[in-house]
C-alpha cells in the first residue's frame, strides 16, 4: 500500500501523507493541502474530519463495537467499577490494588465543596437547569481552587478534584433545587452508593443503598465514560486548546452536552415517551412525524453520526432496564412504549434505509427514572459520566506534539466588496 495520496487538480499532481491507524482506519493528512494547492477542505458537522489522533477510545460505527484504551465495552460494563474505568480513560492502563486504593483515598479526600460555592446556588432563579447551574458552577471552581498544572501529582491532585467535587455539586444543585438541607459526602461509601446517598438520603426517609441500583448507575455511567471526538468532547479540546484552565474546558463541554440532540437527548426521550402515554399519541403517527421532511421532529433516541448499526451501549442500558425493573418491582408504562416504538422503526424502510437504530439515550432514562432521577436530573447525570473522558481528551491534547490552537477555515458566500454608503444617501 502506498504511503501517501495524489490528489490532481487543475492539470498538478499533488501528493499528501497517508496516516493508517491501529484498527486500519486511514486518513489523508492535509495539513500542508493549502499551503500546497490553495485549496481548503468543506466539511460541515465535521464528518469526515479527523481533528487529532488518539489512543483513548475506538468506535466502529458499522461494526458496533466501542472500546476504552483497546478493552470493549461490554467486559468493562460487565466487570469493571466506574472509578476503575475512569482511572483506565485517564491514565491509560487499569489500576493495580495500590493505585485504585491511593485513587480512592484521593477522591475521598476532595470531595468536599467550598461552604461560600453554597451561596451561588441559592442564588439562581427557582426552575433553572441543572445543566446551566453545573456548568457556571464547574467554571466558578477555578476561583475557589486554583488549577495546579505545573507536575503530574499537581495535574492529579486538579482531575480528581474535578471528579470528586463534581459529583457532589450535582447533588447539592438537586437539594438545593427542592429547598432541603444538602447532605455531605461520606467517607465510608464508594463512589457511586456516596452520590446516591447524596442525592436522596433525608433526615425523614433514610436512604437505603441497594447494590443493584449502584450497579445500573455504575454501568450507566461506565457506557457513557468517553465516545471519542462527540460534540462535547470537540467542545472541550476546541477549548482547551486556547490553553484556558481545565475547569472552563470542561464548563464548555457540560453546555454542549445540553443540548436535545447530544446528552439532553435522554430527557427529551422521556418528555416523548410521557406524551405519547398522556395524550395517548398512536406510535404510527409519531414515526410518520419523524420521517416527515417538512417536519422539524425526530425521534429522540434514534440516530447516530457514528453508528450505523445498533448502538452497543443501547443493548446493554436495555438490559438493565428489565433487571432493574424486575429487581424493583414497578411497572413502567414508557418502556412498554419504548419496546414497541422500537418494534415499529426498526423495521420500517426509513429507519432501515437511514440506518436509524436506537442510540444509549432511548432506554437510559427508563433506567434513571427507576431509580428515582428527576427528568431534569439525567443530563446532569450523563456529564458526571463522561467528565473521565473529558479529562483524558484534554490531557491527550495538552500533550500532543501536533497541538495547535483550533481555528476551521470558511468558504465566504457573502457580499462581493463594497463601498460604505453615508447614512443620508442610503435609500
Ligand atoms: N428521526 C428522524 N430522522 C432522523 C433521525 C431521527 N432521530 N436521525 C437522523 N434522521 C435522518 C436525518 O434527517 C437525515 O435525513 P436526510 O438525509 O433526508 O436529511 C438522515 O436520517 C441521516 O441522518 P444524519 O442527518 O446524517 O444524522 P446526523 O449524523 O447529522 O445526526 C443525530 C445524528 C444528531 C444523533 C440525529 O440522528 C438525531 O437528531 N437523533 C435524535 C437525537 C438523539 O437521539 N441524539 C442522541 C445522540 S447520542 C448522544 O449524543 C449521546
Redesign the pocket.
Known amino acids: 500500500m502506498s504511503d501517501t495520496v495524489k490528489v490532481f487538480f487543475e492539470g498538478n499532481t499533488y501528493e499528501f501523507p497517508l496516516i493508517v491507524g491501529t484498527e486500519g482506519e486511514k486518513a489523508i493528512d492535509i495539513q500542508k493541502m493549502r499551503q500546497k494547492t490553495g485549496l481548503i477542505t468543506y466539511d460541515p458537522?465535521f464528518?469526515n474530519t479527523g481533528s487529532c489522533k488518539s489512543t483513548i477510545t475506538f468506535m466502529d460505527g458499522e461494526k458496533g463495537i466501542l472500546r476504552y484504551r483497546g478493552i470493549p465495552i461490554e467486559q468493562l460494563a460487565e466487570k469493571a467499577s466506574f472509578k476503575e474505568t475512569a482511572y483506565l480513560l485517564i491514565n491509560g492502563m487499569l489500576p493495580n490494588q495500590a493505585e485504585i486504593n491511593r485513587f480512592s483515598v484521593l477522591l475521598n479526600d476532595h470531595s468536599l465543596v467550598h461552604e461560600d460555592m453554597q451561596h451561588f446556588y441559592q442564588n439562581f432563579p427557582r426552575g433553572s437547569h441543572p445543566m446551566g447551574i453545573l456548568s457556571t458552577m464547574v467554571n466558578a471552581l477555578r476561583s475557589f481552587y486554583p488549577e495546579l498544572k505545573e507536575v503530574d501529582e499537581e495535574i492529579n491532585i486538579t482531575v480528581t478534584r474535578l471528579l470528586a467535587k463534581v459529583r457532589t455539586m450535582a447533588a447539592m444543585s438537586y437539594k438545593i433545587s427542592r429547598g432541603h438541607k444538602v447532605v455531605y459526602p461520606r467517607a465510608d461509601l464508594a463512589y457511586t452508593a456516596n452520590f446516591l446517598n447524596m442525592m436522596f438520603d433525608s433526615p425523614v426517609k433514610p436512604y437505603i443503598i441497594d447494590d443493584d441500583v449502584v450497579r445500573a448507575l455504575e454501568v450507566f455511567w461506565i457506557l457513557h465514560a468517553d465516545?471519542e471526538q462527540?460534540?462535547s468532547t470537540s467542545a472541550v479540546r476546541v477549548v482547551g486548546s486556547g490553553r484556558v484552565n481545565l475547569y472552563a474546558a470542561i464548563s464548555a463541554g457540560i453546555s454542549a452536552l445540553w443540548g436535545?440532540?447530544?446528552?439532553g437527548?435522554n430527557q427529551?426521550?422521556i418528555e416523548m415517551l410521557s406524551q405519547v402515554h398522556e395524550k395517548g399519541i398512536p406510535l404510527h403517527r409519531l414515526i410518520e412525524r419523524?420521517?416527515d421532511?417538512k417536519d422539524p421532529f425526530?425521534?429522540?433516541?434514534?440516530?447516530?453520526?457514528v453508528y450505523k448499526t445498533y448502538d452497543p451501549r443501547a443493548k446493554i442500558i436495555k438490559e438493565w432496564c428489565h433487571t432493574l425493573i424486575n429487581k424493583l418491582n414497578i411497572s413502567d408504562p414508557l418502556l412498554d412504549i419504548a419496546m414497541e416504538l422500537e418494534e415499529i422503526a426498526v423495521r420500517d424502510d426509513y429507519f432501515i434505509e437511514?440506518h436509524?437504530y436506537p442510540?444509549?439515550?432511548f432506554y437510559s432514562g427508563i433506567v434513571l427514572k427507576a431509580i428515582g432521577f428527576p427528568t431534569s436530573m439525567f443530563t446532569v447525570l450523563f456529564a458526571i459520566g463522561r467528565l473521565p473522558g473529558w479529562i483524558a481528551q484534554w490531557k491527550e491534547s495538552t500533550d500532543d506534539p501536533d497541538w495547535r490552537i483550533s481555528r476551521p477555515r470558511q468558504i465566504y458566500v457573502g457580499k462581493p466588496r463594497s463601498d460604505y454608503i453615508p447614512l443620508e444617501e442610503r435609500d
Open positions: 458537522g464528518g465516545h462527540n460534540c436535545p440532540l447530544h446528552g437527548a427529551a426521550v419523524a420521517k421532511k425526530r425521534l429522540m433516541g434514534f440516530g447516530h453520526r437511514n436509524l442510540n444509549v439515550d
